[in-house]
């Protein structure tokens, strides 16, 4: 099944993909909800993100291929992660499908995309064994882990470097019944392939994550993690078209912008 | 003004206290309310955390003696911040005043208080000036940002050294018209004063933060700043009592209790 939230008229809700049309429904697929009547073709519809989390968690370093290339930008050595510590983004810089990233006038003038699968709770998880753990989801989808890598370097915290308003793309829409570890991720920079990478080599799972994060916090439905990215990749300037495509799920596509 | 969200016969809303006595209110003051004719007595509700924010964030180290009394406890050399640098909390984790902070099974068996003044935000804010700044500002709290240190230590994130269910106590209410200089924050541990401190010594004062958080990131209507904390207090176990008093706002208390 596919989920999505749409803006018609000026008026968002969500919606059931299907067949090149999208179905309107009151309420929300989370809790409750009931199909109506009105369907419109997707072509005539403005997707906004999928979903508006109360947390939005990324994983901390998730692939090896990662921690090395972060390491080979820095100049030291990789260190390679011990325990899934998630960090959190900002709910408030998430921004949908064909919406534009917005460049600072402070900033270097470029920023970097991290293709990431997108993991939506459906059900409270706490304390879950990994075997419970895929029971807690409700389905999946896709996100551009914006970074601006000096002022990731520089900072303290991630607060610059990764959650400057409309960094946070996700979307298009939310796939459920899928396997999590059978992804391929692919990242393409104005057509060209930047990245090429299956979920499976994620360093722990999506099922452990669950595990290990509910372990400590309740996880609700709603909240979404971010699984993190293969690879460290170039620079994306104004004019750029950046996508991330997900086996299975769909393809995220933004456009870069400098700030007005 | 004192706002505050509290429960009576089940139900959650808003109220405006005055007097020893609650005043319910419908809607969000946030938004818009309307006053009911429904009053209280304080002593007969319980009151909840006074706001659920999108977003929670915590200044990075803003006293001077926080991170020197953090380097202490590390045997390293103080670091000081050069930049106003925010750093995310967990919604889910917050809790309101008299409510129980749960220390983990698997934890060192204690955990540490940090008493900090809370700014809730009232208006959307985008690059607005230092002067400004305290114009987006609807009211003042407190918040107890409990951590446990060798997690934080040991971790790259604080994901489990500060964000574990219950460990963001919050309240015991918001109140408006204060000037965010002159406040006095103490914290008592079992009744012994631990930390006595002024909200003057901040290395970066409210508006100041204010001002360099909306160049990136917009803030929205209950958006809610943690201010950080002076020092670096001792360890608290279950049976112990932790209170935040603030001059001009209250007292949030709370206990801690063991993981059953």
Redesign the interface.
């Known amino acids: 099944m596919i989920w999505c939230r749409f803006e018609v008229q000026g008026k968002s809700s969500y919606g059931m993909v299907e067949g090149g049309r999208v179905t309107q429904v009151w309420g929300n697929p989370l809790r409750e909800y009931a199909v109506t009547a009105h369907s419109y073709p997707l072509d005539e519809v403005k997707l906004l993100a999928p979903i508006r989390p ?2 939005l968690y990324a994983a ?2 998730n692939y090896r291929g990662h921690v090395e290339g972060m390491a080979a930008r820095r100049g030291s050595p990789p260190s390679y ?1 011990d ?1 899934p ?9 998430i921004i949908g499908t064909e919406e534009n990233i917005v460049v ?1 006038k ?1 900033s270097a003038g470029a920023v970097q995309p991290e293709g990431q699968l997108a993991v939506v709770i459906g059900k409270k998880a ?1 304390k879950v064994s990994v075997d419970e753990a895929l029971d807690c989801v409700f389905g999946y989808t896709i996100g551009n882990d914006i970074s601006e890598r000096p002022w990731q370097q520089a ?3 991630m ?2 470097g990764k ?3 409309t960094w946070k793309p996700m979307g298009p829409w939310i796939v459920t019944d899928l396997d999590p570890k059978g992804f391929h991720i692919i990242v393409r920079h104005n057509g060209d392939v930047w990245e090429d990478f299956s979920s499976a080599d994620q360093i722990w799972d999506t099922a452990t994550w669950i595990h290990e ?1 509910s ?4 996880l ?1 439905p709603g ?1 979404v993690l971010w699984m993190g990215t293969q690879g460290a990749d170039g620079d994306m300037v104004p004019g750029d078209t950046i996508e991330v495509e997900i086996s299975g799920i769909g393809t995220l596509r933004n456009y870069v912008v400098a700030e007005e």
Chains 1, 2 share one sequence.
């Not at 510590?85 to 810089?93: D, K, T, W």
């Not at 372990?215 to 309740?218: D, E, F, G, L, P």
Request: glycine share 4%; with cysteine; aromatic share 12%.
């Open positions: 109360a947390m901390g370093p992660p325990r510590s998630p960090n959190y983004r900002s709910v408030h810089a600072p402070d706490s900072d303290r915290t607060f610059r959650n400057c308003d994060l372990k400590y916090a309740t609700y909240d």
